[in-house]
T-cell receptor, first 113, second 115 residues
Framework: GDSVTQMEGPVTLSEEAFLTINCTYT??????LFWYVQYPGEGLQLLLK?????DKGSNKGFEATYRKETTSFHLEKGSVQVSDSAVYFC????????????FGKGTSLLVTP | EAGVAQSPRYKIIEKRQSVAFWCNPI?????LYWYQQILGQGPKLLIQ????????DSQLPKDRFSAERLKGVDSTLKIQPAKLEDSAVYLC?????????????FGPGTRLTVL
């Protein structure tokens, strides 16, 4: 079945450092890909999405490109802030699962001043 | 626009007791999802409704879990009897149509602790 694999955390970075969180997927057909973020004490929020190959999703300085050839959707940000400290989840939706989200395990990010 | 509402926010019960969670989706959203998020893991789908019909309940432990969505709006998820391994956050989400591109909006979740 479909699955999502994320890099293990926690990831600790200094403010203004470059961020990459790796995400790869296994799926049949043409899934849509998502990054969700969970800030401390808050619910899951959509960060960005891409619905077809080569699409780039972007929001709040974060970017991710849907790479079908490498089955990847890595999350990047050029300069992280303390306020970006959160848990980040990569997820996919596919027609064979009724379009429910299939999540990775999450990657915890801590940004220090 | 009001978000997805869930109650209660926290619940502590002893094993073998029963518990129920409530979810009110965003107005007009036809699709409703219940996810279970165990500490340190990503959310896992339990059940998906389209209006008041079940689309997918393949991962719902039906011997103890049940869910309903009467009138295609609010939904309740029940556990009876609870086990220690049911300790988790139960998330409700909704979306307009359950398509490949529409966004799922999540509620704040109900944190269940089973002692």
């Amino acid at each position: 079945g479909d699955s999502v694999t994320q890099m293990e955390g926690p990831v600790t970075l200094s403010e203004e450092a470059f961020l990459t969180i790796n995400c790869t997927y296994t799926a049949t057909g043409y899934p849509s890909l998502f990054w969700y973020v969970q800030y401390p004490g808050e619910g899951l929020q959509l960060l960005l999405k891409a619905t077809k190959a080569d699409d780039k999703g972007s929001n709040k300085g974060f970017e991710a490109t849907y790479r079908k050839e490498t089955t990847s959707f890595h999350l990047e940000k050029g300069s992280v802030q303390v306020s970006d400290s959160a848990v980040y989840f990569c997820a996919l939706k596919n027609s064979n699962s009724g379009y429910a989200l299939n999540f990775g395990k999450g990657t915890s990010l801590l940004v220090t001043p | 626009e009001a978000g997805v509402a869930q109650s209660p926010r926290y619940k502590i019960i002893e094993k073998r007791q029963s518990v129920a969670f409530w979810c009110n989706p965003i107005s007009g959203h036809a699709t409703l999802y219940w996810y279970q998020q165990i500490l340190g893991q990503g959310p896992k789908l339990l059940i998906q409704f389209q209006n008041n019909g079940v689309v997918d309940d393949s991962q719902l432990p039906k011997d103890r879990f049940s869910a309903e969505r009467l009138k295609g709006v609010d939904s309740t998820l029940k556990i009876q009897p609870a086990k220690l391994e049911d300790s988790a956050v139960y998330l409700c989400a909704s979306s307009l149509a359950g398509s490949s591109t529409d966004t799922q909006y999540f509620g704040p979740g109900t944190r269940l602790t089973v002692l």
